[in-house]
């Protein structure tokens, strides 16, 4: 094994290995030393990937097996790692934003009882991701996909004494098990009959698996193939109708907020895609799916936006929206302008959720933005980053958002791929909803008058928990607060007459260290990813949907596109979302309050998710009740119990019923039962001796 091979292994090996540290001996080496050795993980994975970038830098790539499993059937199972331009970049994102989160939470949980448990699960989680992306077969992949499942599984239901986490990390992990039957039905669909699991081979193969068809049904194979990995990449990444997961997992603590919903878990599917492109390219059809799942992701979340009033819910609805530009842009072939976007978002919503979580602090753990206003006084630096990352969201020229926003925007307006019309519509239309939630946000947590430290402030938690949540009484504390010292507790709240103070250094080291890059990112990098050979070769875009190229025609350098995204309606449709924002929530907040009752049925829809999940619960969850129920009353209760277990029971009886007759105790009886055996015998003997002289 060379020098590089094992600097590819230490990347994920280092943050597992504080995993394994902080988890099994968390409590013998106390929390400090814990955290010491997950965030020095996490940090020599960090700069090892900033090593093998630049050793891809200069050219060179891996593609290798590490360790062979198995080999069953002509197929090999293998740990093995591609290293090229589209992995180092993921690496670097996951591995610089999880050591920002790795710090920030020292501050955000020091009262946490379960310190060293959760910097064991942040880890563990980066180690997962960390295989996910650098895997070059679907065997790793598949492990990686569902290791993030798990971690994320444990992380949104940490605070494991409270109903409404359980319920929400359960969700989360049901709807993923959905998304991923599809993604292994296309996992199986390429073994069967590409015959491997190596992404190259499997590549080489393509033109083969184009002339093929499903048996029994017709389907191009490759159409059926990219649907199910698609339909694994909706679970992963939240496109609708398989989103319903990732609002509800703002139960868990904010670290793992930003961590699971910014860089890593919820852009593993946009990930794959674009790992997948020669595959996709051959498929019109998967295409068109993608981009219309996408469009309707990144309009109708940005909506739900807009009526949350729980703050990290917010940033939540815009982590959807934003996964539904990604989505588009994969399926209008601009698979790096997905990418290019999946690497700024990681940057500028990792900084809205841990600004999001500063303010909590300062709030003492209340969530609810209507108890808010006016913080800007007493937490600037809190302030001023929440700014920074709220003008890259919205897409502000210069900002990394604008360029990557804006990149997807220009390659919908030139796609020919049907649907392309509506996805369009849907993403400049997504522009104004985007800047509207994001500023009304700011403006109602920021600026306007002071309203916390009132006694009869909003009930935050209970406003915030979903409708199948326990519900509490505003006076009443969570009955198990005393266990988890619950952050965001809803009886949590500054006392009448306390002021917010800025959060610890701890938690504004990764803002400021998070909004660098949420501002130049962008400038830096767009020429390079996009227009540049930086993806040459490791992703493959058919010349028929090229978009990238016939927008690259009009590319004159990031200055000049940035100056020129003054004038372009998408930055006007921005500015009216942050002055509609202004107006409604500073200005005249009667407003919205009219609007709210003027159309309660809307607002009604919207507050309740466009009521997916009361169809999840009575169509899904009430089929599966009444399916369990058929299958107890006629499998259980007749079959088994009634047939097998009481049957059985009842045959015992009956034999012994008879027998207790039979065994009655009085000597006539018995002498008549010999006299009655004689008699038979004799009968039987008679017979028998008739048959012998008939057949002599």
């Known amino acids: 094994m060379s020098s590089m091979q094992k600097l590819y292994l230490l990347v994920p090996l280092a943050p597992l290995f ?7 001996f968390g409590r013998v080496i106390g929390r400090t030393a814990s955290h010491v050795v997950t965030i020095l993980g996490v940090a020599v994975a960090l700069v090892a990937s900033v090593v093998i970038y630049q050793d891809v830098q200069a050219g060179n790539t891996f593609n290798g097996a590490l360790y062979t499993w198995a080999t069953s059937g002509g197929i090999t199972f293998e740990v ?20 920002m989160v790795h710090i920030y939470t020292i501050g955000y949980m020091s009262e946490d009882p379960g310190y060293q448990r959760f910097f064991s699960y942040i880890s563990l989680f980066t180690f997962s991701m960390l295989m996910l992306v650098m895997s070059n077969n679907f065997l790793q992949l598949f492990f990686g996909w569902e290791a993030v499942g798990l971690v994320s599984y444990l992380l949104i239901g940490f605070w494991y004494t409270r109903p409404t986490a359980i319920y929400a990390n359960l969700k989360a992990f049901l709807v993923n098990r959905v998304g991923d039957f599809g993604f292994l039905l296309g996992i199986g669909l390429i073994a069967a009959y590409a015959g491997t699991l190596n992404y190259a081979e499997v590549f080489a193969k393509a033109p083969e698996l184009l002339q093929m068809t499903v048996p029994a049904t017709g389907w191009p194979l490759v159409t059926a193939i990219c649907i199910g990995l698609f339909i694994g990449a909706m679970g992963k990444s939240a496109q609708v109708p398989l989103h319903v997961w990732l609002p509800d997992s703002m139960e868990g603590p904010t670290p793992i907020s930003a961590l699971i919903h910014a860089a890593t878990m919820v852009t593993a599917g946009i990930f794959m895609v674009a790992r ?41 609805y815009s982590t959807l929206s934003q996964l539904g530009y990604m989505t588009v842009a994969l399926g209008v072939s601009a698979y790096s ?86 996805a369009y519509f849907c993403v400049l239309a997504g ?25 009869h402030a909003h009930d935050a938690h209970a406003h915030a928990r979903d409708t199948h949540a326990v519900a509490h009484d505003g006076h009443d504390h969570d009955e198990h607060a005393q266990d988890d010292h619950s952050h965001d507790d809803h009886h949590h709240g500054l006392a009448p007459g306390e002021k917010p103070k800025e959060s610890p250094w701890v938690v504004t080291l990764p803002l400021v260290l998070l909004a660098i890059p949420s501002v130049i990112i962008g400038a830096l990098t767009i020429e390079p990813m996009l227009f540049g050979e930086w993806f040459a070769g490791v992703i493959h875009v058919a010349e028929a949907h090229d978009v990238i190229a016939e927008f690259g025609k009009e590319f004159h350098g990031a200055a000049a596109l940035a100056l020129h ?27 919205p309050v009219w609007f709210g009752q003027r159309f309660a049925f809307l607002y009604r829809l919207l507050d309740n998710k466009y009521y997916f999940d009361r169809f999840n619960e009575v169509f899904f969850a009430g089929g599966s009740r009444m399916l369990g129920r058929f299958f107890w009353r006629a499998g259980d209760q007749a079959i088994i119990d009634g047939v097998a277990v009481n049957g059985s029971a009842r045959l015992v009886g009956g034999i012994a019923q008879l027998t207790r007759w039979l065994q009655s105790g009085y000597v006539y009886q018995y002498a008549f039962w010999i006299i009655f055996g004689v008699m038979v015998l004799l009968w039987m003997w008679r017979l028998d001796f008739q048959a012998g002289a008939i057949g002599g």
């Open 18 to 24: 504080g995993a394994i540290l902080a988890g099994l």
């Open 565 to 591: 995204g003054f004038v372009t309606l998408p930055f006007w449709l921005a500015m009216a979302g942050v002055a509609t924002a202004w107006f409604f929530y500073l200005k005249r907040p009667e407003i």
């Open 80 to 99: 093995g790692f591609l290293i090229d331009s589209l992995t180092v970049m993921m690496m670097l994102v996951v591995t610089f934003v999880s050591l």
């Open 431 to 455: 522009v104004f909803v985007t800047a509207f939630y994001s500023f009304r946000m700011y403006f109602l947590v920021f600026h306007g008058e002071e309203r916390f430290g009132k006694a």
């Open 276 to 316: 997948m492109s020669p595959l996709f390219e051959l498929s019109e059809t998967a295409l068109s799916f993608v981009l219309v799942i996408g469009a309707t992701t990144a309009l109708f979340m940005g909506f739900l936006g807009i009526v949350q009033n729980d703050i990290k819910r917010v940033v939540a």
């Open 337 to 422: 302008a997905a990418v290019f976007h999946l690497m700024t978002h990681a940057f500028f919503k990792a900084l809205l959720f841990l600004g999001a979580g500063s303010v909590i602090i300062g709030m003492h753990h209340d969530q609810d933005m209507r108890n808010m206003g006016g913080l800007w006084k007493y937490m600037k630096i809190t302030w001023i980053t929440s700014l920074l990352g709220s003008l890259a969201l919205i897409g502000f020229p210069f900002f990394a958002g604008f360029y990557s926003k804006d990149s997807i925007i220009m390659a919908v307006h030139f796609s020919n791929i049907p649907g392309a019309g509506y």
